[in-house]
């Protein structure tokens, strides 16, 4: 018996172990979240736990992640820039509501689709005679848009060009130079626009354009270093992804955050603003 031979087998069988034991190593069971503080009704910082965030992002996430077999915990890392870096820096795993542009994904991995369209709308008084159908129409009017919007790359070039936009600290702001006759329009999410024109008591007085003027997606975004980030992962996230508009699951999710936001305004603890 050749004995040199059969002792490469024990080596040759756990060679060929390496990819499964890999496999099994990577799959993460848990995931650690954060995301944007003040982006309601899709994430904000909790105001009865301020450790952690709520909306409707971190509901879906929660949910798809059941289904996986995984536990995510949402929370609250700081302002946006601040959630960026921790997961980049791999300190925490995934982004729950991040833009897609293109110096980030040099340290983050997107899930496509994306897991809410955030559609941004124009608002105008009843009274407006400006008509809008396309970004051209707004060329030579005064508008107002929070600084905390999320614009896709494209639509921002656009702004720069040809709008002209007053910033804003939030949204609430923005809304009361519409009604006050210091802007002509507003720049605002659809339900977050909803939400603030009702809670402002203004929404008979205002209208929002039925077509969207930018479509930003808000995605799911794993960082490079996060030990969570395999092929597995990204795969069932993006399968995910996929069947969740046809489940309508995110429309009922969104309704229903959209609701728990609106009550929060009224009778308000303490979280941000939008």
């Known amino acids: 018996m050749d004995l040199r031979r059969l002792s490469g087998v024990p080596l040759l069988l756990g060679l060929s172990m390496l990819p499964v034991l890999a496999l099994a190593a990577g799959k993460c069971d848990r995931v650690i979240v954060t995301g944007s503080p003040d982006a309601p009704p899709y994430l904000w910082q909790d105001p009865q736990d301020p450790a952690h965030l709520i909306g409707a992002n971190a509901d879906l996430l929660t949910h798809v992640a059941g289904e996986l077999g995984l536990k995510v915990e949402l929370l609250y890392a700081g302002k946006r820039a601040q959630a960026l870096e921790e997961v980049r820096s791999g300190r925490m795993d995934m982004l729950a509501d991040t833009s897609l542009t293109n110096n980030q994904l040099e340290s ?5 689709p994306p897991l809410e369209e955030n559609n941004y709308l124009v608002w105008t008084r009843n009274d407006s005679a400006l008509a809008y159908s396309e970004a051209a129409d707004l060329i030579g009017h005064l508008g107002a848009v929070s600084e905390k919007a999320r614009l896709t790359q494209a639509f921002e070039s656009v702004v720069r060009k040809q709008l002209t936009l007053v910033s804003t600290a939030n949204l609430t702001l923005a809304f009361q130079k519409l009604v006050l006759g210091e802007v002509e329009y507003v720049l605002a ?40 980030n395999d092929p597995w992962l990204r795969g069932q996230l993006a399968k995910k992804m996929t069947e969740l508009p046809a489940s309508g699951l995110a429309e009922a999710v969104l309704q229903r955050n959209l609701e728990r936001w609106k009550a929060q305004l009224k009778h308000p603890v303490s979280t941000p603003n939008q």
């Open 189 to 228: 999410p659809q339900y977050a626009g909803m939400a603030m024109t009702q809670t402002l008591s203004i929404a008979s007085d205002v209208q929002a354009s039925a077509q969207p003027i930018d479509k930003p997606g808000l995605f799911l975004a794993i960082s490079h270093n996060s030990a969570c």
């Open 108 to 112: 983050l991995d997107y899930i496509h």
